[in-house]
Structures are given as C-alpha cells and as structure tokens.
C-alpha cells in the first residue's frame, strides 16, 4: 500500500503570505495526485488535481507540483487569508481503481 | 445538483440498537464510498461500491453492513456497534469510468456516537 507522509500537523502564516504544504509518497508513483480542504465536522473539498506527466497545475490562488523523481509534491497558497484556514488534505490513488489513500492532513491557520 | 447528502446529520446509539446511515448523490456517478473519520485522523476507506455492486470491502467487521439499493443510494445498516466505532461517517461518489477524473465527492458527513 502507498505510505503518504504530509510534512507538518500544523503551519501557521500571517495573513498575505504564501503558504506552502509538502506531500510526500513512498513505494510506486501514482498515475496522478489530489488535494482536498476539510473544514471542522465537514467532509473533505476535492480542490486540484494533477496527474504524473505535469509538473504544475493552477487554480485561482491555489498552486500544486508534482515531482515523480523526489515522490513529492507541493501546494502553495498565495496571498492567504484567514478563510483559508482548515486542514488540507493529500490524497493518492490506490493500487485498485477507486480506492485512494489519504495523508493524516496539514492543518493550516492563517492569522490577520 | 453537485451534491452528496447525508442523513442523519448526528446519531446517537446503544450498543444493542439497529440504525442506518443514508447517502444520496444525483451526479450520476457510478462509484460511491462509505469512509469512517477519527479525530485528528485521514478518512480510512471501508467500502466501495462501483456500479451498485460491492467492489472493495477494507476486512470491515459485519457490525457494519453497507447496501446500495441504486446508483443513486447509498445505505450503512450498524448493528451492535462499540463505543470506539464513534466517528465521522462520510459517503462520497465519483465517477469511476472517466479516465484522470477521480475526484471524489463528499457528503457533509454523520457525526455517530455509540453509547
């Protein structure tokens, strides 16, 4: 099974700056890799997902890259907001179809 | 309608009651997902149903019985649960034939407490 290391419990950044999460996998790479935000008591928001063969994807202020060489990839908040704040979430495919595996989540708070 | 619901949103139960979750999605997805979500914890997986027919099942104890009646329903039927099964029970839906689409959908989730 795919073993999915996400770098810190917690990160805490002042609202502005560009907050940046690590995810990092062991074992194969997967065909492509998923973020997702969960707020308290909710269930989790599907945001960016990038496949292997791209390096970068964007979305708004929302930044993803994945690098098959170092099993990592990162994701970045620019301009943050306390709006922001809530744990993220990466998320890798499994072995068989629909099953996805996911890392313990960074928990991100933005303050003013 | 982009939605997953969920029903009940809170659930309280003995250990010798019978309740049953509910999950409902009009996306037209094929795959639908039953999770359970510890404090602090990732969502683990504990069924998958792909085009209404149980397809994964994580060795789940049979306490916990899932049911998908159509593609649009979802059901976890909870017989004799333990008190460490209260959790964050969550459903979600995809779209399995789609290449390089996987997300998944999630529902808001049942916050079930076993007395």
């Known amino acids: 099974s795919q073993k999915i290391e996400q770098n810190s419990e917690a990160l805490n950044i002042q609202e502005g700056k560009t907050a940046t999460l690590t995810c990092n996998y062991t074992?194969?790479?997967?065909?492509?890799l998923q973020w997702y935000r969960q707020d308290p008591g909710r269930g989790p928001v599907f945001l960016l997902l990038?496949?292997?063969?791209?390096k970068e994807k964007r979305k708004e202020r929302l930044k993803v890259t994945f690098d098959t060489t170092l099993k990592q990839s990162l994701f970045h908040i620019t301009a943050s907001q306390p709006a922001d704040s809530a744990t993220y979430l990466c998320?890798?495919?499994?072995?068989?179809?629909?099953?996805?595996?996911f890392g313990r989540g960074t928990q991100l708070t933005v303050w003013p | 309608d982009t939605e997953v619901t969920q029903t009940p949103k809170h659930l309280v139960m003995g250990m010798t009651n019978k309740k049953s979750l509910k999950c409902e999605q009009h996306?037209?997805?094929?795959?639908m997902y039953w999770y359970k979500q510890k404090a602090k914890k990732p969502p683990e997986l504990m069924f998958v149903?792909?085009?209404?027919?149980?397809?994964i099942n994580e060795s789940v104890p049979s306490r916990f019985s899932p049911e998908c009646p159509n593609s649009s329903l979802l059901n976890l039927h909870l017989h004799a649960l333990q008190p460490e099964d209260s959790a964050l029970y969550l459903c979600?839906?995809?779209?399995?034939?789609?290449?390089?689409?996987?997300?998944?959908?999630f529902g808001p989730g049942t916050r079930l407490t076993v007395l």
């Open positions: 998320a890798l495919r499994g072995s068989t179809l629909g099953r996805l595996y």
């Open positions: 996306m037209g997805h094929r795959a």
């Open positions: 074992n194969y790479s997967p065909a492509y």
């Open positions: 990038i496949r292997e063969n791209e």
């Open positions: 149903y792909s085009y209404e027919k149980l397809s």
């Open positions: 979600a839906s995809s779209a399995p034939g789609v290449v390089y689409r996987h997300e998944q959908f």
